[in-house]
């Protein structure tokens, strides 16, 4: 399928992570036109391309800009950087081959956001990640595209939890605080960074602002679907022959996808489930991943979510108790702990998954497990912990058999 590459465009570049050679290729190229342009003006075209979030939500980027509208200055603008949802590992290519293009997109969001400072927020250990996105930062400092006229980017590590990546523990974390997520306003309004109002994105979504801004906001609606403009890099791993990233437009059928760009099932062996957009997305069958699309309503059709479009592929080797066995040791690791029901409910969904693997199940341990699910579900401050109760179904639902 031809499509235009919105964010990889200058991937496999020989040295396209420097300066010069991302200049070469079209960096910077029209930077200070655009930032002669009305902030309005930019936000309205985010507005058009109908640009939606790339860190597992899929909120509509413009109508978020647009929170900050009437609030004081100084705002803020967070990149999330911290990419920890397991089968997800696209953000990193971005900030390995082209942090330019982050960069770029962070100077233009910020002049749309009238923000003077940008944070992005990076797991901890990322260290290869943080040193190249650095030494980018350093050279656009250098070259004066960074610095007195435009808005200054700090680059901050975390500490390596998962819960840093949920967006308001970010902001936590980044003030100093023990990274657990705040409690949600009833109406919509801006994230607050030390009290001011701020905006966090993903890192693909603000990459993704330089095309939209270059090419116009038609150009971008031009790929993808109706409702998911676009592109997205999607992540392939797993028991796929060629796993990896590939950037792609929305609404292309999720077979086709795993056949052409995954290369097909490993060893000629047939497909037995997908995750489709990180761990966090509900398992599908294979035969509800016959006609699925990847689209956010094709995803949510098939049963599923987008989500970040990490996908995980498992064949008909898989053993799917030993697979919810192996994600529930993560979500019980990582749970922050701040809600009782997430806290104690990965804890025991995890411990009861793990005996039913080694063959030792208490005789309750489905309808136990059940309860769980449905205990955490709207009971805490974040959506880890409903996210928690998807997968648990998800399995349940899906392959009742093998846990049986
Ligand atoms: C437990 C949890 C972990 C998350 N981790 C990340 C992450 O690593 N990166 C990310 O961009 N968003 C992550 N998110 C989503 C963020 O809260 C937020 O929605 C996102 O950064 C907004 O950016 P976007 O609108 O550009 O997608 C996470 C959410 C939850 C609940």
Known sequence: MSHDLVVSARFG???????????????????????????????????????????????????????LEGQAKPRYLVVNADESEPGTFKDRHIIEHDPHLL??????????????????????????????LQSALDEAYGA??????SCDITLHRGAGAYIC???????????????????????????????????????ETIASIPYILYKGAQAYRAMGTKESAGTLLF?????????????????????????????????GRALKAVIPGGASTPVLTAEQAKNATLSYEGMKLAGSALGTGGMIIMDESTSMVDALDNLLAFYRHESCGQCTPCREGTHWASSIVHDIARRQPRSDA?????????????????????????????????FPQEFA
Not at 104 to 116: Q, T
Not at 117 to 128: S, T, V
Not at 144 to 149: C, D, W
């Open 13 to 67: 570049i020989a040295n396209s992570h420097t300066l010069i050679v991302a200049q070469a290729h079209g960096a910077y190229t029209q930077l200070s036109t655009l930032l002669a342009q009305p902030p309005q003006s930019l936000v309205q075209t985010v507005i058009d391309s109908g640009l939606r979030g790339k860190g597992g939500g899929g909120a509509p980027t413009g109508a978020k800009w647009q929170l």
């Open 103 to 132: 960069i770029e997109g962070i100077l233009l969001s910020c002049h749309a956001l009238e923000a003077k400072a940008a944070y992005i927020y990076m797991r901890g250990e990322y260290r290869f990640w943080h040193d190249r």
């Open 144 to 149: 004066g595209i960074l610095g007195a006229h």
């Open 165 to 203: 990546g949920e967006k308001s523990a970010l902001l936590e974390s980044l003030e100093g605080y023990r990274g657990q997520p705040r409690l949600k306003p009833h109406r919509p309004e801006p994230e607050w960074l030390w009290g001011r109002a701020t905006i966090v994105n993903n890192v």
């Open 235 to 267: 992540g392939l791993s797993g028991h796929v022959n060629r796993p990896g990233v590939y950037e792609l437009p929305f609404g292309m059928p999720l077979l086709e996808v795993i056949e052409t760009y995954g290369g097909g099932i490993r060893d």
């Open 366 to 398: 489905l309808p136990t497990l059940k309860n769980i699910a449905r205990t955490i579900n709207g009971q805490t401050i974040c959506v880890f912990g409903p996210a928690v109760a998807d997968v648990i179904n998800g399995f349940l639902r899906n």
